[in-house]
């Protein structure tokens, strides 16, 4: 497990790196934020999808159990 010091200083060096390896290929600064808009979207996506299963075994109604003795 990495240390959380160290996860976000590897995740600002990454950044940095990626975003000037893309102006150095030409991107433009609209066409960054564009792909970083698309990323964010994915995780997003991601993110629901893992919580999905979890939020719809909450929202089920027990079938038995102390309510079916009501």
């Not at 990323?39 to 159990?65: F, N, R, W």
């Amino acid at each position: 497990m990495v240390p959380a010091k160290l996860d976000v200083r590897g995740t600002q060096i990454l950044a940095k790196s990626l975003f000037k390896e893309l102006r150095g290929s030409g991107y433009t600064p609209n066409q960054i934020l564009g792909l970083s808009t698309e990323l964010i979207d994915l995780v997003t996506k991601d993110l629901k999808a893992v919580q999905e299963p979890h939020l719809a075994a909450v929202d089920e109604p027990p079938s038995e159990g102390w309510r079916a003795a009501l």
